[in-house]
C-alpha cells in the first residue's frame, strides 16, 4: 500500500522568507497529491493539489511541484506571512478507491 | 447549506463503554470518510464508504464499525471504549464519481478522550 513520509516536521521562517515542504510516496500508481493547511483548533482545508499529469502548479503565492520519477512532490509558499502559521499535511492517493494517505505533518511558523 | 456536520463536539468516555459519533453532510457527495488525528501521526484513515449501502477498512480499522444506511450520514461506533482511542476524529466526504479523484471536505472534528 501507499506511504507517505513528510519532512520536516517542524519548520520555522521570518516573515517575507519562502517555505518548502517536501514529500515522498511509495506506490508508483499514485494520482492524486493533495495538501491541507490545518490552523490551530480547525479542521483541514485543501490548499492546493496536483494531479500526476502535470509537474507543477500554482495559486498566487503557493506552488506545488510533482516529480513521478523520483515518486516526490513539494509545497512552496513565497512571500511568507503570519497567517500561514498553520500545521501542513501532503498525502498521496493509495491503490484501491479514493483512500488518501497523509503524511504526518510540518508545524510552520512565520515569525513577523 | 451546513456542509458536514459531527456531534458531539467532545466527549469524556469511560473504558468499557460503546459509543457513536454522528456525521452528517448534505453536499449529496457519495463518498465519506472516517479519519482519527493523533500528535505526530497525522491523519489515519479509520473507514470509508464510497456509496450508501457499502463500507470498507482503512488503515487503523479495529475497535470501530461504521454503517451507510443513506447518503447523508456515516457515524462511527466504537463498540468498547479504550484508552489508546482517546483522539481526535474527523468526518470527511468527497464528491468521488468511478475512478477520479475529487476533494476531501472535512467536518470540525470530535475530540474523544477515554479514560
Known amino acids: 500500500g501507499e506511504n507517505v513520509e513528510q519532512h520536516p516536521s517542524t519548520l520555522s521562517v521570518q516573515e517575507g522568507d519562502s517555505a518548502v515542504i517536501k514529500c515522498t510516496y511509495s506506490d508508483s500508481a499514485s494520482n492524486y497529491f493533495p495538501w491541507y493547511k490545518q490552523e490551530l483548533g480547525k479542521r483541514p482545508q485543501l490548499i492546493i493539489d496536483i494531479r500526476s499529469n502535470v509537474g507543477e502548479k500554482k495559486d498566487q503565492r503557493i506552488a506545488v511541484t510533482l516529480n513521478k520519477t523520483a515518486k516526490h512532490f513539494s509545497l512552496h509558499i513565497t512571500e511568507t506571512q503570519p497567517e500561514d502559521s498553520a500545521v501542513y499535511f501532503c498525502?498521496?492517493?493509495?491503490?484501491?478507491?479514493?483512500?488518501?494517505?497523509f503524511g504526518a505533518g510540518t508545524r510552520l511558523a512565520v515569525h513577523p | 447549506i451546513a456542509g458536514i456536520t459531527q456531534a458531539p463536539t467532545s466527549q469524556i468516555l469511560a473504558a468499557g463503554r460503546r459509543m457513536t459519533l454522528r456525521c452528517t453532510q448534505d453536499m449529496r457527495h457519495n463518498a465519506m470518510y472516517w479519519y482519527r488525528q493523533d500528535l505526530g501521526l497525522g491523519l489515519r484513515l479509520i473507514h470509508y464508504s464510497n456509496t450508501a449501502g457499502t463500507t470498507g477498512k482503512g488503515e487503523v480499522p479495529d475497535g470501530y464499525s461504521v454503517s451507510r444506511a443513506n447518503t447523508d450520514d456515516f457515524p462511527l461506533t466504537l463498540a468498547s471504549a479504550v484508552p489508546s482511542q482517546t483522539s481526535v476524529y474527523f468526518c470527511a466526504s468527497s464528491d468521488s464519481q468511478g475512478s477520479s479523484t475529487d476533494t476531501q471536505y472535512f467536518g470540525p472534528g470530535t475530540r474523544l478522550t477515554v479514560l
Open positions: 498525502a498521496g492517493f493509495s491503490g484501491g478507491y479514493n483512500k488518501l494517505i
